[in-house]
């Protein structure tokens, strides 16, 4: 898993380092960020590879963070526990009989090399309700909101 996790850390980066077009995009004050494989201590599997893959993309999106492999190449390290996981359909009427609720919850914390904590958020909850009948694409909208929501505090600690 670390390996896949790496292999993806390493292939976005490049891609952001021989493009030019995205590279001049970025602001002057962009910042290196190195992701830590992601800890998944819910009951759900698999979790943290979708959520690492939600982030970056959030990330490539955003381009104010430049992502970087090696930590020490990195001016910060943004660490993430899944801690919990939970959804259940969701109805409160007969429209809302292919709605999906979600709920998660995590610890994520954004440090420096001399690892002081720029920012952390600890015990994050996030609950979601998709009309998305579909599990794994009302999953990915979780995961889009959560990750815009740290890469924003993210960006405020370079700021």
Do not use: Q
């Amino acid at each position: 898993m670390r390996k896949i996790i790496g292999a993806l850390i390493l292939f976005t980066s490049l891609i952001l380092t021989t493009s030019s077009s995205i590279v001049k995009a970025l602001p002057e004050r962009t910042k290196k960020v190195c992701i830590k494989p992601f800890k998944n201590i819910a009951d759900e599997v698999n979790l943290e590879t979708e959520f690492t893959n939600a982030i970056i993309e959030e990330m490539l999106k955003d381009g104010r963070i430049c992502l970087v492999y090696n930590e020490e190449e990195a001016d910060g390290i943004l660490i993430v526990i899944i801690k919990k996981y939970f959804s259940e359909p969701f109805v409160h009427s007969r429209e809302d009989s292919k709605k999906v609720a979600f709920l998660v919850e995590v610890d994520a914390l954004f440090r420096n090399k001399e690892n002081v904590v720029l920012w952390s958020g600890s015990n994050m909850t996030m609950m979601h309700v998709s009309d998305n009948d579909n599990l794994r694409k009302a999953r990915k909208e979780l995961w889009e909101k959560l990750s815009r929501s740290i890469i924003r505090s993210m960006v405020k600690c370079f700021n």
